[in-house]
Every structure is written in structure tokens, then in C-alpha cells.
């Protein structure tokens, strides 16, 4: 009993302390409700001070609430300051540019990050309302900016906010110019933000510059500018922004490439943070979707296309057999490299060890040079060292870069604008986004790709999957020899398995409470029959899936 008084008394100073740095009323009055209610609710004050929340996918990421291990205007006042004292360290010049989205606290955030640079006397542009994610990944090109930040969340639920950095080249070097941050850089702003005083002695100057329109207006150029200026643009798209801030830019590129507007699920057109009609504002998740494809049936669309709230990821829906069909993000994936090399695309093609091994054997039977990376866009965007020019790269977690000139990260505007492209073209040929699937399964044969997803509320749990995977590794996946076990710890916590006709890649989310299993089976289509091959690919894919599930003791 004697250890538990200490723990909590210990538990009280920390939140004593923390209130009296804590800038935000709000915050204060929320954080004083949780001390008042002690000791019962030990177990949540003693989760907000578990840990200051630190640099994971190129930033923070976590629950709002007040306390070090939560989203909140003390956490974003210290990141900022440490961001803007590390700019410094590093001799970088120029402004610092921030976006930010719809989501809870998102324009306070980006407003602190502001006066925090501002107040150290570096200039702070900040864009002219919430808008997609990359549109700052461009600004900070456009701009010439030495760093970029990104307030959002992305795709995670509606309690949750975020903290993306991006550098510019002065910092980034040619290949990270406009990318988000990877080592050592995150390491070395971590170090910084932990060296950052009480927040009262932090310097406050005005709330930046804030940018206008024309900034839009030029991604939107050159966001349209991707596609071929000419070629087929009869197509009739549905479109869901999901509740986030994708609709006005995606609209205002199709027209200026030409399409006809989208038709927009008019529940979720405009940007709401509490995503009320979907479980998860992810389109990757179950329902998600459910809306966009009651439209695209409603209104005989070609093709359906859904952003995720801050528009950096796209997915697809086709009709398929009289239902419509999410197309997985590897078939996304392979459709636009095939696309982009059909139209005469050359340079590097980049994808990352959880995406399906298609995209290699493209790229060998055509002669263009491949990458694989370790998993965000962070790595596929510095593919290949910079020995030869990016021109695409992909995750499976529905993420494209068509364009690393205009967009160094993963961008759902230009994404959408080139399916569309590719869909139009095929509809005048009296064709579809499946008929170019079958060709390349025909030719390449069936990659069916799946995944196990397992989402946890503690994340120990995950850690002891891993761990048990480690220990117990199958010597055998669908009666086949594992021929390689690949542990690439202590660089990524990634377990990589494979036989001679599949693969398991199984890895903690980066950005959501979840441990992941990507699966993928390759089949050979005999005499033709892409139908019978895709039917035994999709067998033993789930009895791998069953097999992978059983190995993590589910």
C-alpha cells in the first residue's frame, strides 16, 4: 500500500508541475477535474503522464487531452519551440510554413506554431484555411520554405490530432525537399523539444503571415498539370472527402483538367471533426466507404473515388460483376505504374516490403529501375538513394505519389486526377479498371494480396505478438518451406517471411494501436483463366491469413 501512496503521490506533483506550466485554461480546467477525482482515477491521470508522446511517423501523433502524453497547446508550444530552436542549431533560413485541417484544435495548433517561430524571429506563413495535406507538402517546395508543419491526424478517429514536419531542401537535401522527416533529424528535434524550459519563458510574437489563395490556385495548376493536356475526359465520378478538407481542391483540379465535377456524398462534402457518419473517417475501414458506393449506384458512375480527411491517400471503387468493389491499394498501386510507364514515364518506381511484389516484376520485364523501402512515404520518396530520378512511388495503405516534382509525399488530389485519366481512357476503348487488371494478372500473374489487422488498447499486447512471432517463427506457410526469415530488428521492428509463392510481412502500425500482417500469394494464371487463378489465390490467402493468425496466438 505503502508503494502505491508514493505512486500516487508522485502522480500528483507530476500534474502540480504541469498545471503550472499549462497555457491553456481549458486544458488546466480539465487536467484539475482529473487530479479532483483521485484516487479512482489514478489509472487515467497515470496514462496522460505515462509518457511525453515523441516523434514517431514524421511527428506527433495522440488523444486530445491535456498532459504530456496527449494533443494540446502545452505539447504543440514545446514541439514548436524545440522544431524552431533545432531550424536554428542547423543554420536554417527562411520562413516556416503550416497548414493545418478541420480537425478539434487544429488552427490553434497551427496558430501557436506560428507565434512560436514568429517570437524567435523567424518568419511564419500559414495557409489560408484547413486544407489537404499536400498542399503544404507543395507549399513548402513552392515557398522555398526551411521547414514545413502539417497540424492533422489524417485517417485516426475524431479524438485524436497531430504534428507533421516536412523539411525544405536547404535542410532536406534535394531528395528531402518537401518530405517528411527521417533520421536523424527526428531525433535530433526530440532532443530539442526535451530541452525546451518552462513554457512561460517561451517568446510569442504575432500569428504569422497568413497566405492567400494563389498558393491554392498554383497547386491546383500543377496538381492538373500531372495528367496528359489532351486525351478522353468523359467519366462520371462519385467522390467522398470523408468528412475532411479534400472536396474544394479535388473539384477545383478535375475542372481545370477538364473532367466533369465529381458527384459528392452530400453527408460528408463538408469538413466535420466529428466524422458523424462513418466509425473510423478511414476508408480502408469497414463502412467507411458504404455512402460513396449508394452514390456511384445512384448516379451510374464509372468510378468511385474516396480522399481520407486531410486528402494525402485515395481509394478506388469499380463495379464489378454487378457489385462495387474497393479496389485493394496494391491494384491502385499497379495501375498507376502501369499507366505512368505506358505513357512513356521512365526513372525510378518505389514501393516499400509491406506492398506486393508486382511492382518488381513490372519493372523487371520492362527495364525501369525499382526500390523497396521500409514502410511511409518518409523512405519511398528517397528511394534509391537519389541514383536515379523518383518518378512513382506507392504504399498499400491506399498512399500515391505520381508526381515528386510537385508533391514529395503521398497525395490523394493527383492520385484521384490520374485513375481518372486512366479510367476515362479505357472507358473510350470500351474498357474497364478490372479488364487492365486481368491483363496484368494474365501477364504476371495473380498477386492477391490481404491483410490481418489486430487493434489493441494496450499497446503491450502488441509487443508480445511480436515477440511470440520472434519465438515460434512457422517453418512452413501452406505446406510450402519457409525459405526466408528476415528479423529487421534493431532498424525496424518488421518480421518478413516468406515461401516461393508467398509472403507475411507483419509489423506494428506506425500511426494507429495496431499490429498488421500483409499477406500476399502469387498464382499463375494456366491456359488463360485469370478467374480460376484469382480462386485459388484468394483460397490460400485465407488459409495463410489463418495460418499468420494462428502463429500470433489469436
Known amino acids: ?51 511525453p508522446l515523441t516523434f514517431g511517423t514524421a511527428g506527433l501523433r495522440g488523444p486530445l487531452r491535456a498532459g504530456p502524453n496527449g494533443m494540446n497547446l502545452a505539447v504543440v508550444t514545446q514541439a514548436a519551440a524545440g522544431l524552431v530552436a533545432w531550424l536554428a542549431d542547423q543554420r536554417g533560413t527562411g520562413p516556416l510554413v503550416i497548414g493545418y485541417d478541420a480537425r478539434y484544435g487544429s488552427r490553434a495548433f497551427a496558430e501557436r506554431t506560428a507565434q ?37 491526424a489524417s485517417h485516426n478517429p475524431p479524438q485524436d490530432n497531430g504534428y507533421k514536419v516536412y523539411l525544405g531542401a536547404q535542410l532536406g537535401g534535394e531528395l528531402g525537399a518537401g518530405a517528411q522527416i527521417v533520421p536523424p533529424a527526428d531525433a535530433g528535434i526530440e532532443a530539442a523539444i526535451r530541452a525546451v524550459g518552462p513554457l512561460a519563458k517561451v517568446p510569442l510574437g504575432p500569428a504569422g503571415e ?7 490556385a498554383a497547386y491546383v495548376e500543377r496538381a492538373a498539370a500531372v495528367i496528359a493536356p489532351t486525351g478522353p475526359r468523359d467519366l462520371k465520378v462519385a467522390y467522398t472527402p470523408l468528412h475532411g478538407v479534400g472536396a474544394a481542391v479535388l473539384t477545383a483540379a478535375f475542372a481545370r483538367a477538364g473532367f466533369p465535377t465529381p458527384g459528392v456524398v452530400p453527408d460528408q462534402a463538408e469538413p466535420d471533426p466529428d466524422f458523424p457518419t462513418v466509425n473510423f473517417p478511414n476508408p480502408e475501414e469497414p463502412g467507411a466507404v458504404d455512402q460513396l458506393v449508394a452514390l456511384a449506384g445512384a448516379t451510374g458512375a464509372d468510378v468511385a473515388i474516396a480522399n481520407d480527411p486531410d486528402a494525402d491517400r485515395c481509394a478506388v471503387a469499380v463495379p464489378d460483376g454487378g457489385v462495387w468493389r474497393m479496389l485493394r491499394g496494391d491494384e491502385v498501386g499497379v495501375l498507376l505504374a502501369d499507366h505512368l510507364m505506358r505513357r512513356g514515364v521512365t526513372g525510378l518506381y518505389a514501393t516499400t516490403i509491406v506492398s506486393s511484389s508486382l511492382l518488381r516484376a513490372m519493372c523487371a520485364a520492362r527495364g525501369l529501375p525499382y526500390d523497396e523501402t521500409l514502410t511511409g512515404f518518409k523512405w519511398i520518396v528517397r528511394g534509391g538513394g537519389g541514383t536515379q530520378p523518383l518518378v512513382f512511388g506507392y504504399e498499400e495503405a491506399l498512399g500515391y505519389c505520381v508526381a515528386p516534382e510537385h508533391v514529395r509525399d503521398k497525395d490523394g488530389i493527383t492520385a484521384a486526377l490520374t485513375v481518372a485519366e486512366l479510367a476515362a481512357g479505357l472507358k473510350a476503348e470500351g474498357r474497364t479498371l478490372t479488364d487492365r487488371l486481368d491483363e496484368l494478372a494474365a501477364e504476371f500473374g495473380v498477386h492477391h494480396t490481404d491483410q490481418l489487422s489486430v487493434r489493441v488498447d494496450d ?28 528479423d529487421l530488428l534493431p532498424g525496424a521492428d518488421v518480421v518478413i517471411l516468406r515461401t516461393d509463392a508467398a509472403r507475411a510481412v507483419i509489423r506494428p502500425s506506425g500511426t494507429e494501436p495496431k499490429l498488421k500482417a500483409y499477406l500476399e500469394v502469387v498464382e499463375p494464371v494456366a491456359d488463360g483463366d485469370v478467374p480460376a487463378a484469382r480462386a485459388r489465390a484468394a483460397t490460400a490467402v485465407a488459409t495463410l491469413r489463418t495460418e499468420i493468425a494462428t502463429a500470433l496466438g489469436l
Not at 6 to 27: F, G, K, M, N, V
Not at 125 to 140: D, E, F
Not at 210 to 216: E, I, M, S
Not at 463 to 482: E, K
Open 1 to 51: 500500500m505503502a508503494a502505491d501512496t508514493t505512486d500516487l503521490d508522485e502522480l500528483r506533483e507530476q500534474a502540480r508541475r504541469w498545471l503550472d506550466d499549462d497555457p491553456d485554461p481549458a486544458s488546466r480546467d480539465e487536467l484539475s477535474a482529473v487530479l479532483g477525482g483521485l484516487p479512482g482515477s489514478a489509472p487515467e491521470l497515470a496514462d496522460r503522464f505515462a509518457g
Open 116 to 152: 512560436v517561430a514568429t517570437g524567435a524571429g523567424r518568419p511564419a506563413l500559414l495557409l489560408p484555411r484547413p486544407l489537404p495535406t499536400p498542399v503544404l507538402a507543395y507549399a513548402v517546395r513552392h515557398l522555398g520554405a526551411v521547414a514545413g508543419v502539417m497540424v492533422t
Open 210 to 216: 497568413v497566405l492567400g489563395d494563389d498558393l491554392v
Open 459 to 486: 499497446l503491450r499486447e502488441i509487443a508480445a505478438m511480436m515477440a511470440g512471432i520472434r519465438a515460434n517463427t512457422p517453418d512452413s506457410l501452406l505446406g510450402r518451406p519457409v525459405t526466408e526469415a528476415k
